[in-house]
């Protein structure tokens, strides 16, 4: 089983991670959000005129984090469930601020919220077999 939710977390973690490193490099690249089909207007109840420090936080807390825990399960350090955890509170904690800064809610946003989740559970259930260990 710990090899089913390693495997499990390791695609979620890629689904957000190339996800995250695709739109933040097009917000990036085009802070208008243009280039993603975006209006600045979206942006309206937020504290950005642009996209490109959304695009920036995207790309560290999404995108190269859910890398980086993904070396961390292939290696098996010791701490890589309380990574997937961690991971999948902060992709939570995003779509929920955006969510509540754009006053909308899209199917990628559900889409993401349940990927968050699987991504607590997963690893509080590895964190729980290497502690029975």
Same mark, same amino acid.
């Given at each position: 089983?710990?090899?089913a939710?390693?495997?499990? =977390?390791?695609? @979620?973690?890629?689904?957000?991670? !190339?996800?995250a490193f695709?739109?933040? !490099? ?8 243009? =280039?993603?089909g975006? =209006? ?12 490109l ?10 995108? !190269?984090? =859910? ?8 290696f098996k350090?010791?701490?890589y469930?309380?990574? !997937?955890?961690a991971e999948?509170?902060? @992709? ?6 955006q969510?509540?800064?754009?006053r909308?809610?899209a ?27």
């Open positions: 089983m710990s090899a939710l390693r495997i499990l =977390s390791i695609l @979620l973690l890629l689904f957000n991670g !190339i996800g695709y739109g933040s !490099i097009k917000f990036i690249t085009d802070p208008t959000g243009a =280039s993603m975006m =209006s600045l207007t979206i942006l309206e109840h937020s504290p950005f005129t642009n996209y420090i959304p695009g920036i936080i995207m790309l560290l807390a999404n995108g !190269i984090m =859910s890398f980086v825990v993904i070396a961390l399960i292939l350090t010791r701490f469930p309380l990574a !997937i955890i999948g509170c902060i @992709l939570f904690g995003w779509i929920t601020i969510v509540i800064m754009l909308t809610i199917g990628l946003h559900i889409t993401l919220w349940a990927v968050a989740l699987l991504l607590i559970i997963s690893g509080f259930l590895l964190n729980g077999k290497l502690q029975t260990r």
